[in-house]
């Protein structure tokens, strides 16, 4: 799996994963002019991760050169979750933020009821750093859910990278 830039042909594939039912809870669907406007901000990176076959997955990386050094991951979403994927795709994630970006810190949320989520970004070694209860309303379900915020300092990934280096692609 590896990272490249999304591009326009990317947006069906980027909509169809916001679209799933099972995801929909969990990720915001976005029209075309909302994710051509990523493509034309220079605080923002819509990337897309795959392999020849084709793409597996999408994230989005946003406020790139805010003055804090943090930068924001989201709406990431695999094609096909639960099958082991999540831990390389966000490593994969996690590197390039810090390398690419020159983040400080790389900062997320996910729904409190998004339990795969949130395993996922535990093991990566992202800290729970609060949550918002009662926070986002989700039009699929037709009512809040709590936010839990998470993030990881450039010294974690630096301690983490020492501990486990990122498999070569
Ligand atoms: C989030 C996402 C990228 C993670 O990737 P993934 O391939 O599904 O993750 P993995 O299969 O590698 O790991 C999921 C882990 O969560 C665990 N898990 C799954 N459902 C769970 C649940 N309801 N409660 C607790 N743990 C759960 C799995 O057992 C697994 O842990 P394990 O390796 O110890 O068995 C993927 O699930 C996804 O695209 N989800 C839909 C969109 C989304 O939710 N995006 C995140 C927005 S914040």
Redesign the pocket.
Known sequence: MKLRAATPDDFPFIRS?AQ?P??AP??TDEDEVALAAYLADPKARLLIAGDDAGPM?SALFCEIGDPSGRVEL?????????????????RMLVDYAFAEFQAGKLW????GE????????E?AGFTLEGRLRDHWFRPVLGRNVDVMLYGMLRSEWAALTLAAPAPRA
């Open positions: 994963l799933r099972d995801y969990f990720i997955g989201r709406r990431l979403a695999l094609a096909r979750a639960g099958r082991g994927e999540g831990a390389a795709f966000v997320l949320d996910a729904s998004n339990l795969r989520a949130q395993k996922v970004y093991r």
